[in-house]
């Protein structure tokens, strides 16, 4: 009899020690969960701001000169390899580049694209010059997030009637 009761003590100890273990696998699995989930999220911020971007070079047509030669590029200041700067963005938070480069010929001979109808005209008296407008945020050295978006946009020429 007195040799069954160290039997209960140390079943027990062993049911402690399983428990303990799974304990920990379950704890290690959360953490990697979450740091998971924040790595999305911050991936999700980056891509929200570097739209927010586009979207604010876009709603500007001074940010798409048709001056210039195919390849002509506006950038943010400071960056190399620029023929002019763009001007400063409200929704940067400076770790953001973004450039804006004319990537088609200077002028197609009319749009191909389809426009609402309240834009749309049978008339040949506009051409289209392309661009492509691309934002990079880059916050990857604060283990931050990272996205870059690169977007097209046909801007409408008005031809000069004689």
């Known amino acids: 009899m007195k040799l069954q009761r160290g039997v209960v003590l140390l079943m027990a100890m062993v049911f402690l020690l399983l428990l303990s273990f799974i304990a920990g696998a379950v704890t290690r699995t959360s953490i990697l969960e979450f740091i998971m989930s924040g790595n999305a999220q911050f991936r999700e911020e980056a891509f929200q701001q570097a739209q927010g971007l586009v979207a604010e070079i876009s709603s500007d047509i001074e940010n798409f000169p048709v001056t210039g030669k195919v390849g002509y590029r ?5 960056i190399l390899g620029c023929n002019a700067n763009l001007p400063p963005l409200k929704s940067d938070a400076g770790s953001a580049e973004f450039s804006v480069v004319r990537r088609g010929p200077l002028f197609m001979a009319s749009s191909i694209f389809r ?12 051409k289209v010059a392309i661009f492509e407008v691309d934002v990079e945020v880059n ?3 604060q283990r931050l997030g990272s996205a870059q978006i690169i977007q097209g946009i046909a801007v409408r020429i008005a031809k000069s009637i004689r």
């Not at 506006?74 to 400071?78: A, F, I, L």
């Not at 834009?119 to 506009?126: A, D, E, K, W």
């Open 139 to 141: 916050r990857g050295d």
């Open 115 to 126: 426009q609402v109808e309240s834009n749309s005209s049978g008339s040949p008296n506009f």
């Open 74 to 78: 506006t950038c943010k200041n400071g």
